[in-house]
């Protein structure tokens, strides 16, 4: 029975509207993997027949479905999609793997670390494990998440505050959101770099973006 993955797009400006058309897509792609045999490693070479377009000429085959949704209204949906699927193509096997996202990660460890104050939480180190992962690859694509990371679990001492706020500065050079410019506000607070704070206070007067929350930050000078 051929096996091969598919990888459902974590981003967040990704449509939640799903039709069974991208699902049989995924199927078709599978007429590059070798019926018959389960090995991990990427067949390359050209098909030596001719490609087989019709998902129900597969013969069977398993679909690994990555899913990063975790919950509520997204798994109803993708659950509904799989079961009209296998029910149009009963030869195709789909197993949905559930994999919570990088920010969902984030978003445990901080609740478990508030609420079991001085234990580490679980799901940090897969957390770290798959930004690191990220980051052996040259792949900047969570550098919100790895600010606020720097800034709710921060290392030791001033090097550690100053990672904190390259990585609030890199993130803010790319987006502008609302949480993106208050963890830069919080990393410029925590570090009291000047030069940090002459750029965020120069940018709020000319793109004129009013924020309390910023505000305060800057008037009290504590992390919120």
């Keep these: 029975m051929s096996r091969c993955s598919w990888l459902r797009s974590q981003s967040r400006s990704a449509p939640r509207r799903f039709s069974l058309t991208a699902v049989t897509i995924a199927a078709v792609a599978l007429a590059g993997c070798t019926p018959g045999t389960s090995s991990k490693v990427a067949n390359t070479a050209p098909p030596s027949g001719g490609v087989v377009t019709d998902p129900a000429k597969l013969g069977n085959v398993t679909v690994h479905v990555l899913d990063y949704f975790t919950g509520g209204v997204d798994n109803s949906w993708m659950s509904q999609v799989v079961k009209q699927f296998q029910a149009k193509y009963p030869n195709i096997k789909v197993l949905d793997t559930t994999r919570p996202s990088v920010g969902v990660l984030l978003r445990r460890a901080i609740a478990q670390s508030r609420t079991h104050a001085g234990h580490m939480p679980d799901s940090l180190a897969e957390l770290e494990e798959r930004l690191n992962v990220s980051a052996q690859r040259g792949e ?14 921060p290392h030791d001492g001033a090097d550690g ?4 706020l390259a990585l609030a500065r890199d993130n803010f050079n790319v987006q502008r959101e609302t949480e993106d410019i208050r963890l830069f506000a919080r990393a410029v607070v925590v570090t009291r770099d000047p030069a940090a704070l002459a750029t965020l206070k120069e940018w709020l007067q000319h793109s004129h973006y009013e924020d309390i929350v910023v505000a305060q930050l800057l008037r009290s000078g504590q992390p919120s």
């Design 161 to 164: 505050r100053q990672a904190a």
């Design 140 to 153: 900047r694509t969570h550098l919100r998440e790895e600010a606020r990371l720097a800034l709710e679990f």
